[in-house]
């Protein structure tokens, strides 16, 4: 076991992460037949953090499911983080479905990509720590994303860098709602409303641009049936925001 974790603590090999994922590693010519796939473990720890969260996932936690040893998983993936991307991949499936946009809608084509990437991201409440703002590596099915954000786009005709930056804006605004989602705490926010209430009854005038706004339900909970849900109200700028930029000349 000691050999195992030594070897875990060297550096990644990408390019083995990459051929993983993409499913172009080199299979063993020698040996007995594999019973598992990387698919088949993905998915096993898939549900495993869907229902216990990211940190319940380990190499020895999946390896038990399948009635194996946490060794016998390191044949087919080589580690916690190589799974976690495999993981990702799975609940990506074959991209987003945006058949039922008209051609060259490219509004109605953004809000339909980033409605089904919330979706995603809601069903799996993990990913949002599994896929964190960083340089990594990328399966077949997170491109399709990519491609598929900056393709509704190109009607728009934005360059290259824009629409880039515009997905940005797009994938951060579904992260932001599912990291809001993820904090909120129901009896804390109520304890939190109660002292600042107290708070600010004491110090209104310090504070009156944020006394009035409390007062008119700025931070309550929406209670009105038309109230604007939060991922069309910012998707919602976002887009306007865009067409600005459109009719800016170059």
């Known amino acids: 076991m000691a050999a195992r974790d030594k070897e875990q603590d060297k550096p990644r090999d990408p390019r083995a992460s990459l051929a993983l994922l993409w499913g172009e590693q080199e299979q063993p010519t020698r040996g007995p037949k594999p019973k598992l796939s990387s698919r088949q473990i993905a998915a096993a720890a898939v549900e495993l953090a869907d229902g216990e969260g990211l940190d319940a996932v380990s190499m020895?936690?999946?390896?038990?499911?399948?009635?194996?040893?946490?060794?016998?998983?390191?044949?087919?993936?080589?580690g916690k983080s190589e799974l976690v991307e495999l993981m990702v991949e799975a609940v990506l499936a074959e991209g987003p479905d945006?058949?039922?946009?008209?051609?060259?809608?490219?509004?109605?084509?953004a809000r339909e990509w980033?409605?089904?990437?919330?979706?995603?991201?809601?069903?799996?409440?993990?990913?949002?720590?599994a896929t964190a703002m960083r340089r990594q590596v990328m399966g077949p099915r997170q491109l399709r994303w990519l491609d598929a954000a900056l393709a509704v786009l190109e009607p728009t005709g934005l360059g290259a860098a824009q629409r880039h930056q515009v997905f940005l804006l797009l994938v951060g605004l579904v992260r932001n709602l599912a990291q809001q989602v993820s904090d909120h705490d129901e009896e804390q926010e109520r304890e939190w409303n109660r002292l600042t209430g107290e708070l600010l009854a004491r110090h209104a005038d310090r504070f009156p641009a944020l006394t009035r706004a409390i007062a008119e339900g700025a931070f309550g909970p929406a209670v009105e049936p038309a109230s604007v849900d939060p991922l069309d109200f910012g998707l919602g700028r976002i887009l306007d925001g865009v067409e600005v930029l459109m009719a800016v000349p170059e």
């Open 60 to 78: 020895s936690r999946v390896a038990g499911g399948f009635g194996v040893s946490a060794m016998a998983l390191y044949r087919y993936v080589p």
């Open 98 to 109: 945006l058949s039922g946009v008209p051609e060259g809608d490219w509004r109605a084509g």
């Open 114 to 129: 980033t409605r089904q990437c919330a979706r995603v991201y809601a069903d799996h409440p993990w990913l949002l720590a």
